[in-house]
């Protein structure tokens, strides 16, 4: 069972259950997390909704590699665009407030998942990065958007082309995530957070999350996904998954 959930006071709390693989992003994540969102969409008493991951170490420590091995450029771009299409878009276009409540690494596609959400809350041992270069790759969950959104031009080119990792309370001063928390209250307080908004107008709510994401429209979207799914023809994603794999360096030619 890849989600745990569990609603209390119109608030789902989400969980994702692979901490044995640092809860990372597989196909049947997504999935089911594609099914969970639509049946909380679809009951009146959800009001709000938690997305957060299972143990103490990982929020999400992001997509599950061994997935990509093989793939040609089409393939990789539907990787992308079914997350987009079945998670991430739905997440950021949802009228019910869904935040990220990051319990440790958030990398990838998970740092991905996490600034889908209408707003983030980490623990004080959140981990926050964009390591897709080190494989010869790039985000293809809306990263390189959703991040410069956040945090801006300057520090985004940063941080997707080091690798660089952050940790939680520099993420708070560039934007990134709005609280930090104790990890053992965590959840707590991201419920007070939730209630307070659950407290106010539901329609209102609605047009606020509609219009401020439309305040952040833009086609990069799409363009993000062709070049995700142009990077697995290159030889450079396949050195760099492989040395994933092998637990050794790459070394890349810019071929």
Excluded: W
Aim: proline share 2%; net charge negative.
């Amino acid at each position: 069972m890849t989600l745990l959930t569990d609603l209390q006071d119109g608030i789902l709390t989400i969980t994702i259950n692979r901490p044995e693989k640092m809860n990372a992003l597989n196909k049947d994540v997504i999935m089911d997390l594609n099914s969970s969102l639509d049946t909380a969409f679809a009951n009146e008493d959800v009001k709000s909704i938690i997305i957060t991951g299972a143990g103490e170490k990982a929020f999400v420590a992001g997509a599950d590699i061994s997935e990509f091995l093989g793939l040609n450029a089409s393939e990789g771009a539907a990787i992308g665009q079914r997350g987009q299409d079945l998670v991430f878009n739905k997440i950021e276009a949802s009228s019910k407030p869904i935040v990220a409540a990051v319990n440790g690494f958030s990398l990838g596609g998970g740092c991905e998942l996490a600034m889908a959400c209408h707003f983030r809350v980490a623990s004080e041992n959140a981990k926050f990065g964009q390591p897709e270069v080190n494989l010869g790759l790039i985000p293809g969950y809306g990263g390189t958007q959703r991040l410069t959104q956040l945090v801006g031009k300057g520090k985004a080119m940063e941080l997707l082309m080091t690798s660089d990792m952050i940790g939680a309370d520099e993420a708070k001063s560039l934007g990134l995530v709005n609280h930090v928390f104790p990890l053992a209250t965590l959840l707590e307080e991201t419920r007070k957070i939730l209630l307070k908004i659950n407290s106010k107008a539901p329609l209102a709510i609605a047009k606020c999350i509609a219009l401020v994401n439309e305040a952040a429209q833009t086609t990069g979207y799409d363009n993000e996904i062709k070049a995700f799914g142009e990077s697995f023809e290159t030889e450079d994603m396949k050195e760099g998954v492989a040395a994933f794999m092998e637990k050794r360096k790459a070394i890349f030619t810019g071929k």
